[in-house]
């Protein structure tokens, strides 16, 4: 039998070869497991999220506020004694029509009388963030924080500072220069909250003789309030560049990731006697406290 002859150039490239297969075939295994590991990191990143808000649902805007504080913010009038059917239609309210009560819901309440007209209204609105890094409380404080900012209190009292990360391309840094009050704030031409523009003609040019005061004192200034949910302040309007004279008190308070607004107003029908102040006032907090105890149960 002819023996083959054994070739030493011919094995070197043969275990070349094989060589060069095994490294490239682990290069690419290893490669693959840094590409796992990316991705499997990216995972981790994408699911970790801020806090959602306290509050999932709103409550029910009609119901909420007892019936005694509604009668202390909408006392009858004068005239004689109200039948029970008047007086259960006016404290039933009528509900704002909205598209998801989950995120927001409100009411109104009208009471007629012969000294004036008041109006009741709440508005509860529930923030939802839809960034991953931000928190449904961040967003709900932003959204409060530029309210602050249009209500334009007075210079020192207020302290709104709407985080510049909300996902929606809102920044903190906005002065209240640059808002202008909204529906919540009131949008009277003619107001005694220290920024008001002037008086247009045929308007009153000065307060009455007689009544309260139409420029509220240290005690009724429109502020920042304490101890009213995580952050609130109150607004405090005389208008009187309509058909009549009318103040507005407006509260904003925001419990966690819900906002709420109480605007109460008092119409007069005597121009001589402006509605006063510390009687809206003190209602409307003792409104305001109740709603945000309610939320805390």
């Not at 909420?64 to 504080?69: A, C, E, G, H, V």
């Not at 008047?86 to 109104?108: F, L």
């Not at 819900?258 to 006697?273: C, F, G, H, P, R």
Request: charged fraction near 25%.
């Amino acid at each position: 039998m002819q023996r083959r002859s054994f070739v030493p150039g011919a094995a070197l490239a043969t275990a070349a070869a094989l060589a060069a297969t095994l490294t490239s075939c682990t290069g690419g295994s290893g490669s693959d497991s840094a590409a796992d590991d990316t991705k499997s990191g990216d995972t981790a990143a994408t699911t970790q999220s801020a806090e959602p808000g306290k509050y999932k649902t709103l409550p029910e805007p009609c119901g909420l506020p007892s019936k005694n504080t509604l009668r202390r913010l909408l006392p009858p009038g004068s005239t004689g004694p109200e039948s029970p059917q008047d007086a259960e239609k006016v404290y039933a309210g009528t509900a704002d029509i909205t598209y998801d009560t989950d995120r927001r819901v409100g009411c109104r309440w009208k009471r007629e009388a012969p000294d004036g007209t008041r109006h009741l209204r709440l508005d509860f609105e529930r923030v939802v963030s839809y960034d991953p890094a931000v928190s449904d409380d961040d967003k709900a404080q932003n959204v409060y924080g530029k309210k602050e900012l249009a209500a334009q209190l007075p210079a020192g009292t207020g302290s709104a500072k709407p985080s510049p990360g909300d996902g929606k391309g809102e920044t903190g840094n906005q002065k209240p220069g640059d808002q202008k009050p909204g529906d919540d704030a009131g949008t009277g031409k003619v107001t005694d909250g220290g920024k008001a523009s002037p008086a247009p003609t045929g308007s009153p040019t000065g307060p009455p003789s007689t009544g309260p005061s139409a420029t509220p004192g240290p005690d009724t200034a429109p502020r920042v309030l304490d101890g009213l949910g995580d952050a609130a302040f109150l607004n405090d309007k005389l208008i009187t560049a309509d058909s009549g004279v009318h103040r507005d008190v407006t509260i904003v308070f925001r419990s966690s990731n819900v906002i709420v607004t109480i605007a109460y107003d008092q119409w007069s029908a005597d121009k001589a006697a402006l509605p006063d102040s510390k009687d809206l006032q003190d209602k409307a907090q003792a409104l305001a406290q109740e709603l945000a105890d309610r939320f805390n149960e």
